[in-house]
């Protein structure tokens, strides 16, 4: 009898463990698990000033586009990230990169999303064999380097202010094929 009773004990106990394991599943749809799946991809895809890398030497010259332009490569300038002369016969403003704009390289990248609050999600639904699910969030930024907090580079670029914000709101689609919820390459 005492036989039964550690076997029913065991198997009760095997039971509760893999049940409480079954509710703390990576691949269930909570926000615990979205937000894991977001800050895992943020903290290898850094938030930059431009999706492509600029070629040095840039140069700014006179038309439409030039003054937004300008500004945005001044407050770089006056980041320290770069430096400005100017080539009066043509009238064009050439920017080469400082060392410290090397370091930054051609994107100037800021830091990287950190996830605050799952908002709001779509129900899962099965997309080329995986189940996919669009998902809105709050987010803090970290790791932002000291330039791209000056008030010259957050009236440039309107986007960077926003993500310093502490308001910043974002949206992804996460996708799980088994393993837990991921962003999907």
């Known amino acids: 009898m005492k036989g039964t009773i550690k076997k029913q004990a065991s198997a009760l106990f095997i039971g509760i463990a893999l049940f409480s394991v079954g509710c703390s599943s990576k691949t269930k749809p909570t926000n615990e698990n979205f937000t894991a799946g977001l800050n895992a ?4 895809h850094n938030d930059c000033l431009f999706s492509s890398a600029l070629t040095f ?25 770069m430096k400005r002369t ?14 410290a704009g090397e370091r930054a390289a051609g994107r100037f990248c800021y830091g990287h999303r950190q996830i605050a609050t799952v908002d709001s999600s779509t129900p899962p639904e099965k997309v ?44 992804n689609t996460l996708a799980n094929a088994g393993v837990g919820w991921q962003v999907p390459s």
């Open 57 to 81: 030497p840039y140069e700014v010259s006179p038309g439409p586009q030039a003054k937004e332009d300008k500004q945005r490569m001044d407050a770089l300038t006056d980041a320290g990230l």
């Open 128 to 171: 080329n064999g995986m189940l996919q699910t669009h998902v809105t969030y709050h987010y803090t930024m970290m790791d932002v380097p000291v330039w791209a907090r000056t008030d010259e580079m957050l009236k440039a670029f309107p986007d960077l202010a926003k993500a310093l914000s502490g308001e910043a709101t974002g949206e």
């Open 41 to 44: 991809y943020y903290a290898t």
């Open 86 to 99: 100017e080539d009066r016969s043509i009238h064009v403003d050439v920017y080469a990169l400082t060392p």
